[in-house]
RNA sequence: GCCCCCAUCGUCUAGAGGCCUAGGACGCGGCCCUCUCAAGGCCGAAACCGGGGUUCGAACCCCCGUGGGGGCACCA
């Protein structure tokens, strides 16, 4: 990136709820535009509407950007230049640029009762007309509108919109779009509780907080017009706008819903950021993963670190149409990311989900086990299963899995047996001769080395598929090796 | 119903008039490697929505269809 302005990006979400894949893009776009620009990534809370207002929700937007590696540089938490960044905590801002407009005569004060906003609304869907206010208190005087709000009548702020003529609003991906400013509402920007709605208090605040890009997704395209009027009757100079495609269904029928890709055994929704975390995913996987919906770089390049997103990270290369998540492609990601990792890596992020399994394991012996499950897993959590029976004090093998490919029962159980013999004549030290020894074995009795690790396989890890059989063996012990060699015996024994 | 946006393999995409017999990735199939499973290597199937223009020439530009998506709240 060549001499870029530092750019003020901010990410705005509003706390009503869980923490989507869709917002995380948004925000991680916003993160590598000011990053590479040298600018500042802001957190701004958009809590105007207390009815659906969610406590927890403030919480895990903050603790999943961290997970994430997105750092603001103001916010509410932190504070800035342009405090505060909670919007019920800027009212008094709003109500100036209230005033201002309405003295302006671009907004004004209307009366009209929820109940006769529906009745509007009913009677021009009958119609077929596209449903709007029907602009009653717009022919209003000033004057007369002012009495009675000062009269105490219940009133809320209405823009007053063009009724002639065109608006042309740019995005930069889309290019100009024009549309007919009839077909553009009087927009309700306060509401009779004094809180001003999204399209007042978000443009006020991009405006106030210097933002000079505004990313926020296709949502607001219908909306868009309205916005680039606001900032006209107000005389600001516009921001870029950029508006993000939006994500929609692995089936590509649909707006990604929660109901997507739901893991049956917890619960965790793959489509919230907090519950990827759980899922075992890693934070850069999931950051690469989710970068290249919507962005690409060039026709062969799809491994991006931070580093190098926050280097050739740009906004021109966005595409505007919509995108199907594909969860198998953040597998995949995640399945790079984990082999990136170094031994003492893997280890850290291994251990919180042995202990959420109850399994007692401590740093030192999950990292003597890394390297046998690195490549084999794809998730962190599959290393519990994958692993589990280095720590557990007995496995327990389906007897049937315990015999032999081609073999009888008993075979197997004569070949469990000889393995021990061997096992046992070995040394310690002698232990990690362990394979010369097994495929001496294996021709002795005439059956493939296949065939007799394939049972020590189920025998030693209870599974059929399990990390390399010797080195697997070595971690376990001599000690449990023979035990559960010798106990598969004797299961086999007991199979006819 | 009204308004807006979008349109290349199943999916994410490269492509900004000739570099395209359309490239990469996931997934899928096959082979190799191999103690299982992975990882890795190699190979393969798989797309320019349709119709009109413009042009010597169109996946790329324009128009019309069609399809998909989004929005029509005192929510954001």
New binding site residues.
């Given amino acids: 990136m060549t001499e870029v302005k530092p750019a003020r990006v901010r990410f705005?979400p509003?706390p009503?709820g869980r923490f989507h894949i869709g917002s995380a893009r948004t925000a991680l776009y916003d993160f590598l535009l000011a990053r590479q620009s040298g600018g500042q990534f802001i957190l701004r809370i958009?809590d105007?509407?207390r009815?659906?207002f969610d406590p927890q929700a403030e919480k895990e937007y903050y603790e999943a950007l961290r997970w994430l590696g997105l750092k603001w540089d103001e916010g509410p938490d932190i504070g800035g230049p342009y405090s505060p960044y909670r919007q019920s905590e800027r009212t008094e801002i709003y109500r100036k640029l209230t005033e201002e407009l309405i003295a302006g005569g671009h907004a004004y004060y209307c009366f009209?009762?929820?109940e006769r906003?529906t009745q509007v609304?009913q009677l021009q869907q009958k119609r077929?007309?596209?449903?709007?206010y029907d602009g009653l208190c717009r022919r209003l005087s000033p004057e007369e509108a002012r009495d009675r709000a000062l009269g105490g009548e219940?009133y809320?702020i209405r823009f007053k919109t063009p009724q002639e003529g065109q608006t042309t609003a740019v995005d930069l991906l889309?290019g100009p779009?024009t549309?007919d400013n009839q077909?553009i509402?009087d927009y309700?920007l306060v509401?009779?509780?004094g809180?001003p709605?999204?399209h007042l208090a978000?443009m006020a605040d991009d405006h106030m907080m210097k933002i000079t890009h505004v990313l926020r997704g296709?949502?607001?395209?219908?909306?868009f017009p309205l916005h680039v009027l606001i900032y006209e009757a107000f005389g600001w100079q516009q921001p870029i706008w950029i508006h993000l495609?939006?994500l929609?269904n692995p089936s590509?029928?649909?707006?990604l819903s929660k109901r997507s890709a739901v893991d049956p055994k917890s619960g965790a929704k793959a489509v919230f950021v907090n519950d990827l975390r759980k899922m075992g995913y890693l934070p850069q996987a999931v950051i690469n993963w989710i970068t290249?919906?919507?962005w690409?770089y060039?026709?062969?390049s799809?491994f991006f670190p931070m580093g190098d997103l926050i280097e050739k990270f740009s906004i021109e290369?966005l595409?505007?149409?919509?995108?199907?998540v594909?969860f198998?492609?953040l597998?995949?990601f995640n399945?790079?990311y984990i082999?990136s990792l170094s031994t003492d890596e893997l280890a850290e992020q291994l251990l919180p989900f042995f202990t959420a399994a109850e399994i007692d394991a401590d740093l030192t012996e999950i990292k003597v086990l890394v390297p046998l499950i690195q490549?084999?897993i794809r998730t962190l959590d599959e290393a519990v299963n994958m692993a589990g029976f280095f720590f557990q004090a007995d496995v327990h093998p389906e007897p049937s899995e315990l015999i032999g490919k081609k073999m009888s029962a008993q075979d197997s159980a004569c070949a469990a047996e000889k393995a021990h013999e061997v096992i046992q004549t070995l040394s310690e030290s002698e232990f990690e001769q362990l394979e010369h020894a097994l495929r001496d074995l294996a021709d002795e009795l005439e059956i493939k080395?296949?065939q007799l690790?394939?049972i020590l396989?189920v025998a030693v890890t209870g599974q059929?598929?399990?990390?390399?059989?010797?080195?697997s063996m070595v971690i376990v012990g001599k000690k449990t090796v023979l035990a559960r060699i010798a106990r598969a015996a004797e299961i086999l024994n007991t199979l006819e």
């Fill in positions: 705005a509003s009503t958009e105007t509407d009815n659906r009209c009762t929820p906003l609304r077929k007309e596209p449903t709007r219940s809320v889309r779009i549309v077909t509402d309700i509401k009779s509780s809180m709605v999204y978000a296709s949502e607001w395209l219908p909306t495609s939006v929609l590509g029928k649909g707006k290249l919906m919507g690409s060039d026709d062969h799809e290369k595409s505007p149409s919509p995108a199907a594909n198998s492609k597998d995949h399945g790079l082999r490549e084999r080395a296949g690790f394939g396989r059929k598929v399990s990390p390399p059989l010797i080195e």
